[in-house]
Protein backbone atom coordinates (compact mmCIF):
# COMPACT_ATOMS: atom_id res chain seq x y z
CA UNK A 1 0.00 0.00 0.00
CA UNK A 2 1.18 3.63 -0.51
CA UNK A 3 -0.21 6.52 0.88
CA UNK A 4 -0.70 9.45 -1.24
CA UNK A 5 -1.39 13.40 0.30
CA UNK A 6 -4.67 14.89 -1.83
CA UNK A 7 -5.06 18.86 -1.07
CA UNK A 8 -7.52 21.00 -2.07
CA UNK A 9 -6.61 24.31 -2.60
CA UNK A 10 -8.07 27.86 -2.74
CA UNK A 11 -5.81 29.22 -5.22
CA UNK A 12 -2.75 28.64 -6.80
CA UNK A 13 -4.53 25.47 -8.71
CA UNK A 14 -5.88 25.56 -12.57
CA UNK A 15 -9.48 26.83 -12.15
CA UNK A 16 -12.15 24.80 -11.54
CA UNK A 17 -15.08 24.45 -13.76
CA UNK A 18 -17.50 25.55 -11.46
CA UNK A 19 -15.35 28.05 -10.22
CA UNK A 20 -17.78 29.66 -7.56
CA UNK A 21 -16.20 30.83 -4.78
CA UNK A 22 -17.47 28.97 -1.72
CA UNK A 23 -17.76 32.37 -0.02
CA UNK A 24 -20.56 32.59 -2.59
CA UNK A 25 -22.30 29.43 -1.83
CA UNK A 26 -25.40 29.17 -0.23
CA UNK A 27 -25.70 27.07 3.22
CA UNK A 28 -27.16 24.41 1.61
CA UNK A 29 -24.63 24.29 -1.25
CA UNK A 30 -21.61 24.44 1.67
CA UNK A 31 -24.26 21.47 3.36
CA UNK A 32 -23.93 19.15 -0.06
CA UNK A 33 -20.19 19.60 -0.57
CA UNK A 34 -19.12 18.86 2.95
CA UNK A 35 -21.72 15.83 2.91
CA UNK A 36 -20.15 14.46 -0.53
CA UNK A 37 -16.73 14.85 1.34
CA UNK A 38 -17.80 13.17 4.58
CA UNK A 39 -19.53 9.94 2.03
CA UNK A 40 -16.32 9.90 0.49
CA UNK A 41 -13.99 9.60 3.56
CA UNK A 42 -16.55 7.10 4.85
CA UNK A 43 -16.78 4.77 2.03
CA UNK A 44 -12.93 5.21 1.36
CA UNK A 45 -12.99 3.79 5.68
CA UNK A 46 -14.95 0.34 4.39
CA UNK A 47 -12.66 -0.55 1.81
CA UNK A 48 -9.17 0.32 4.27
CA UNK A 49 -7.87 2.98 1.98
CA UNK A 50 -8.94 6.04 4.00
CA UNK A 51 -6.21 7.54 6.68
CA UNK A 52 -7.31 11.08 7.79
CA UNK A 53 -8.68 14.13 6.05
CA UNK A 54 -9.56 17.88 7.57
CA UNK A 55 -10.38 21.13 6.24
CA UNK A 56 -8.60 23.99 7.36
CA UNK A 57 -9.40 27.21 8.68
CA UNK A 58 -8.21 30.32 6.65
CA UNK A 59 -6.36 31.03 9.91
CA UNK A 60 -2.20 30.07 10.36
CA UNK A 61 1.15 31.65 10.67
CA UNK A 62 4.68 31.13 9.83
CA UNK A 63 6.96 30.21 12.21
CA UNK A 64 10.47 29.97 12.41
CA UNK A 65 13.52 29.57 14.97
CA UNK A 66 15.64 32.85 15.61
CA UNK A 67 18.42 31.84 17.21
CA UNK A 68 19.19 31.00 20.61
CA UNK A 69 17.90 33.31 23.47
CA UNK A 70 15.43 35.10 20.77
CA UNK A 71 11.87 34.71 20.05
CA UNK A 72 10.35 32.84 16.75
CA UNK A 73 10.06 34.94 14.38
CA UNK A 74 6.29 34.69 12.66
CA UNK A 75 5.14 35.65 8.93
CA UNK A 76 7.07 37.03 6.30
CA UNK A 77 6.50 38.52 2.98
CA UNK A 78 5.64 35.10 1.71
CA UNK A 79 2.54 33.21 0.10
CA UNK A 80 0.99 31.44 2.99
CA UNK A 81 -0.58 28.22 2.82
CA UNK A 82 -3.56 29.55 4.78
CA UNK A 83 -4.34 31.32 1.43
CA UNK A 84 -4.07 28.37 -0.58
CA UNK A 85 -4.38 25.13 0.86
CA UNK A 86 -8.76 24.32 1.79
CA UNK A 87 -7.85 21.26 2.93
CA UNK A 88 -6.02 17.58 2.43
CA UNK A 89 -6.87 14.37 3.05
CA UNK A 90 -4.37 11.04 3.33
CA UNK A 91 -5.26 7.97 1.32
CA UNK A 92 -3.04 4.38 1.90
CA UNK A 93 -4.09 2.42 -1.62
CA UNK A 94 -2.55 -0.29 -3.63
CA UNK A 95 -1.10 1.97 -6.24
CA UNK A 96 -0.73 4.98 -7.99
CA UNK A 97 -3.60 4.56 -10.76
CA UNK A 98 -6.15 3.78 -7.51
CA UNK A 99 -4.50 7.27 -6.45
CA UNK A 100 -5.46 9.10 -9.36
CA UNK A 101 -9.31 7.20 -9.89
CA UNK A 102 -9.67 8.83 -6.20
CA UNK A 103 -8.40 12.09 -6.76
CA UNK A 104 -11.12 12.02 -9.77
CA UNK A 105 -13.87 11.03 -7.68
CA UNK A 106 -12.96 13.69 -5.00
CA UNK A 107 -13.05 16.04 -7.96
CA UNK A 108 -16.79 16.01 -8.39
CA UNK A 109 -18.07 17.07 -5.34
CA UNK A 110 -20.47 19.94 -5.67
CA UNK A 111 -20.13 23.44 -5.74
CA UNK A 112 -22.48 26.29 -6.78
CA UNK A 113 -25.76 25.25 -8.14
CA UNK A 114 -25.40 21.92 -7.05
CA UNK A 115 -22.64 20.79 -10.34
CA UNK A 116 -19.03 18.99 -9.77
CA UNK A 117 -16.59 21.63 -9.34
CA UNK A 118 -14.41 19.31 -11.49
CA UNK A 119 -11.58 21.15 -9.16
CA UNK A 120 -7.90 20.29 -9.43
CA UNK A 121 -6.61 18.44 -6.57
CA UNK A 122 -2.85 18.08 -6.11
CA UNK A 123 -1.67 14.26 -5.27
CA UNK A 124 1.61 13.76 -3.30
CA UNK A 125 2.77 10.35 -2.25
CA UNK A 126 4.63 10.09 0.77
CA UNK A 127 7.80 8.85 0.73
CA UNK A 128 7.76 5.19 1.42
CA UNK A 129 10.64 4.87 3.48
CA UNK A 130 12.03 8.49 5.56
CA UNK A 131 15.81 9.28 3.79
CA UNK A 132 18.68 7.73 5.26
CA UNK A 133 21.04 10.03 6.88
CA UNK A 134 24.78 8.96 6.87
CA UNK A 135 27.63 10.45 8.83
Known amino acids: MAKYLLLKHYRGAPAAVNDVPMDQWTPEEISAHIQY ?52 MVIDVDDYERAVELAGELSAAPGAGGKPIHEWLELRPFYGVSPTITE
Open 37 to 88: MNDFAARLEKTGEFVDGQALAPEGTWVRYDGEGRPPVTDGPFAETKDLIAGW
